[in-house]
């Protein structure tokens, strides 16, 4: 059974970078898409980036184009999503979820994902 653990996450001024990190265990990252999500307090969960099984394909949330980057390293079944300067509207707990998908596929839809992982807490503020 695939399972998925975020990490990264902290504090962080606006401004400021960090690095999520998305590992799974009990299965390899084969033929899974994987989507970043998050939820603030009192707001909807959104979707943030999305990145193919083969990685050729991503997809960005307007909100976060051009300041977030979704990479993965399937030899090591880790997925990755840099953020870069970060604004206090980005304080939110960011999960990662994986579901099979063809190879360049992307999935956007957050209802089809079936592998969530517990999230990680990303504060942005001074």
């Known amino acids: 059974q695939l399972q998925l653990v975020e990490s990264g996450g902290g504090l962080v001024q606006p401004g400021g970078s960090l690095g999520l990190s998305c590992a799974a265990s009990?299965?390899?990252?084969?033929?899974?898409?994987i989507g970043w999500f998050r939820q603030a307090p009192g707001k909807e969960r959104e979707g943030v980036s999305y990145?193919?099984?083969?990685?050729?394909?991503?997809n960005y949330a307007d909100s976060v184009k051009g300041r977030f980057t979704i990479s993965r390293d399937n030899a090591r079944n880790t997925v990755y999503l840099q953020m870069n300067s970060l604004k206090p509207e980005d304080t939110a707990v960011y999960y990662c979820?994986?579901?099979?998908?063809?190879?360049?596929?992307?999935?956007?839809?957050?209802?089809?994902?079936?592998?969530w992982g517990q999230g990680t807490q990303v504060t942005v503020s001074s």
């Open positions: 009990g299965s390899t990252l084969d033929y899974y898409a």
């Open positions: 979820a994986a579901t099979k998908a063809p190879l360049h596929g992307i999935v956007t839809v957050a209802a089809e994902y079936d592998h």
């Open positions: 990145i193919s099984y083969s990685g050729g394909s991503t």
